[in-house]
């Protein structure tokens, strides 16, 4: 029971990671940023989702009993699979799966997160 608690909320801390990007961006729209403060805004937003992401896996690992080269091959692993659960990453895989590259490749996944944002 215990341990699916915290795996639970881990997957929320990945997934709050994971569109971490896009929760920043519109917040510093929200609060009507432009220039140099959303660019500051949004690094230290990210940074602190990050940190979150990060936090979480440590928990995963704690309640894991890791330690040492286990424990941070596991943070490690933990931390670039919330990455990869991005809108960014998912629109890549799917321009794979569709065999595009070049323009159209970037035109796509360009496209895709901008929906996934909107």
């Given at each position: 029971m215990k341990r699916s608690i915290l795996v639970a909320l881990s997957i929320v801390a990945m997934t709050n990671f994971a569109m971490g990007a896009e929760s920043c961006d519109a917040q510093a729209a929200q609060k009507k940023l432009a220039g140099a403060a959303k660019a500051s805004f949004t690094k230290k937003c990210e940074s602190d989702a990050k940190a979150a992401a990060a936090s979480s896996c440590d928990v995963q690992a704690s309640s894991k009993k890791l330690a040492g080269a286990a424990k941070t091959s596991f943070v490690k692993k933990c931390e670039a699979d919330a990455k990869a659960a991005s809108p960014a990453?998912?629109?890549?895989?799917?321009?794979?799966?569709?065999?595009?590259?070049?323009?159209?490749?970037?035109?796509?996944?360009?496209?895709?997160?901008a929906d996934a944002k909107g």
């Amino acid at each position: 029971m215990k341990r699916s608690i915290l795996v639970a909320l881990s997957i929320v801390a990945m997934t709050n990671f994971a569109m971490g990007a896009e929760s920043c961006d519109a917040q510093a729209a929200q609060k009507k940023l432009a220039g140099a403060a959303k660019a500051s805004f949004t690094k230290k937003c990210e940074s602190d989702a990050k940190a979150a992401a990060a936090s979480s896996c440590d928990v995963q690992a704690s309640s894991k009993k890791l330690a040492g080269a286990a424990k941070t091959s596991f943070v490690k692993k933990c931390e670039a699979d919330a990455k990869a659960a991005s809108p960014a990453a998912t629109c890549d895989a799917q321009a794979s799966d569709k065999k595009l590259a070049g323009a159209a490749r970037n035109s796509y996944v360009k496209k895709c997160v901008a929906d996934a944002k909107g």
